[in-house]
């Protein structure tokens, strides 16, 4: 009985179909992993933005209360000025005027920079972990 060869044609077409098929299903995983990632993204990008809003929120407010504060303590320096009888008694109110302001401004400068800190830490915070989470699905999907 003469040995029968599989046809080439018929074998080059089963597996160019495999081929397409595999493809298709790879870019479909791609295609679903893309989308996925992309609404991770876009979430954490909304919490970080969410975050900094609140965040710029409060520093103003914090600001204006640090002005005004300042404003006050600047005018009731002036009234007290309007009392004084001799260049000592003037240097020696100005002298402790001043102290206390750079006191004050120190930790007013401590506490907004404490703010700013704080809030830009909580606000990379959702994107660390979108990164993360993509990162991780990436190095799974390779291992899959």
Do not use: C
């Not at 495999?18 to 919490?47: D, H, I, P, W, Y």
């Not at 504060?69 to 001043?98: I, K, M, Y």
């Amino acid at each position: 009985m003469p040995e029968t060869k599989p046809n080439a044609a018929k074998l080059h077409r089963g597996g160019g179909r495999e081929f397409a098929r595999q493809g298709a299903a790879f870019a479909e995983v791609v295609s679903e992993n893309s989308k996925a990632t992309a609404e991770e993204t876009t979430t954490a990008l909304e919490k970080s933005y969410s975050i900094v809003a609140t965040g710029a929120a409060d520093f103003h407010h914090q600001w204006i209360e640090i002005v005004r504060f300042n404003t006050n303590s600047t005018l009731d320096f002036v009234q007290q000025l309007f009392s004084v009888r001799s260049p000592a008694e003037f240097l020696e109110l100005s002298s402790a005027h001043f102290r206390t302001q750079f006191e004050t401004f120190a930790e007013q400068n401590r506490h907004l920079t404490g703010m700013a800190q704080k809030m830009t830490a909580h606000a990379v915070e959702p994107l660390q972990a979108s990164m993360k989470s993509a990162l991780s699905k990436t190095a799974y999907s390779k291992t899959a």
